[in-house]
C-alpha cells in the first residue's frame, strides 16, 4: 500500500497461477442433494452442476469460523463446501452471459447455461458432447445427481439456441413411467435462434439401449435472427423395473455451436420419499 499510495502511476503484475490436471474431477459430493423433483416429476433436478466444495469465499468477520459463540477469532477468507458456495458460481457464470447479451430474459441464460453443460465420463472426466455412454457403475445417479451436467459459462455466452422454460418447455425432458409397463412419451419444445441469422441444426441421439428415441423435424433450419421453430421428441421403451432409470441426451448442433437436451425416464415404485441411491438400478 505504501508503493500504491506513494506513485503517482502505480502498475501491478498478475501472474498466472499454477494449473494442476486432475481426473478425478469433477465428481458430484455425497451430500450434494440428488434428484428426481417428487414435487415436479417432469422437471429434472438438479438443473445443472457446478463447483462447491473446499471453495476460498469471503468470510463475515462477525461470525465464528467454527460455528462455536465461545470462538472469539475471525477470519475474511475460509474454506467451505455446499450448495451456497455453487449457487454463486452459477450466478457469476449468469452475469458473464448477461454482460454479453443484455438483452437475454432469466430463462433465456438458464437456457444456455443448462444446454451447454458439460457431460461426466466413466472416468470421472469432462468430455465433449459426442462423448462415450457414462458408466453406470461409476456414476449410480447420474442425471439425478448433475442434472444437465457440468457448468461451462464460456460456450454458454454462445449456445446457438435458446429454450424458453414456460409451460413445462423447458431444456430438459424427464417423466415419470410405471414400472414393468412398456411406454410412449412425447416431448414439445420451441427453440429460439440466438446464433447466427442464417444456420441450420441437426439432431444427433447419444446411444441408449434402453430408450428409442425420434425427433420430428430431425432438421431445424433458421433464416433469421430470434427465429422460433418447434419440434417434437418422442421416447419409448419397452418398461424399467421398480425405481430405475434410463437416460440419454439430445443434440442440437450447427457444425459449431452445440445444445444438448437429457432426456430422463424413471419409475418410483413405492412412496414418494427419498430413496436411497443403492435402491435403484441404472440402465444405458
Known amino acids: 500500500m505504501s508503493y500504491f499510495n506513494s506513485s503517482q502511476n502505480p502498475a501491478a503484475t498478475i501472474v498466472r497461477s499454477e494449473e494442476i490436471a486432475d481426473t478425478a474431477v469433477p465428481v458430484v459430493a455425497a451430500f450434494s442433494s440428488q434428484g428426481p423433483n417428487f414435487i415436479a416429476p417432469d422437471i429434472l433436478n438438479p438443473h445443472i452442476k457446478a463447483p462447491g466444495r473446499y471453495i476460498l469465499p469471503a468470510y463475515s468477520l462477525s461470525a465464528s469460523p467454527s460455528g462455536n459463540p465461545d470462538d472469539k477469532r475471525s477470519l475474511k477468507y475460509s474454506i467451505l463446501s455446499g450448495t451456497s458456495m455453487a449457487c454463486p458460481h452459477v450466478t457469476g457464470a449468469a452475469v458473464y452471459v448477461k454482460s454479453f447479451h443484455p438483452d437475454r430474459s432469466p430463462s433465456a441464460i438458464k437456457s444456455a447455461l443448462m444446454t451447454t453443460g458439460t457431460l461426466c465420463s466413466n472416468k470421472r472426466s469432462l468430455l465433449p458432447y459426442k462423448a462415450s455412454p457414462m458408466n453406470a457403475t461409476e456414476y449410480y445417479d447420474r442425471e439425478f445427481a448433475y442434472g444437465a451436467g457440468h457448468l ?58 434402453q430408450v428409442k428415441v425420434n425427433v420430428e423435424p430431425s432438421i431445424l433450419s433458421f433464416k433469421s435472427l430470434d427465429e422460433k421453430q418447434s419440434f417434437v421428441v418422442t421416447v419409448d421403451g419397452q418398461g424399467l423395473p421398480v425405481r430405475s432409470m434410463a437416460s440419454t441426451s439430445l443434440v442440437w448442433s450447427d457444425g459449431t455451436c452445440s445444445v444438448r437436451s437429457p432426456i430422463v425416464v424413471y419409475t418410483f415404485g413405492g412412496p414418494l420419499n427419498r430413496m436411497p441411491s443403492s435402491l435403484f438400478i441404472w440402465h444405458h
Open 152 to 209: 461451462n459459462p464460456v460456450k454458454a455466452v454462445d449456445p446457438g439456441t435458446a429454450v424458453s422454460p414456460k409451460d413445462l418447455n423447458y431444456p430438459s425432458m424427464a417423466i415419470q413411467a410405471t414400472e414393468d409397463k412398456p411406454f410412449k412419451i412425447e416431448f414439445s419444445r420451441t427453440v429460439r435462434n440466438v446464433g447466427l441469422s442464417n444456420s441450420t441444426y441437426k439432431m444427433e441421439i447419444l446411444a441408449s439401449s
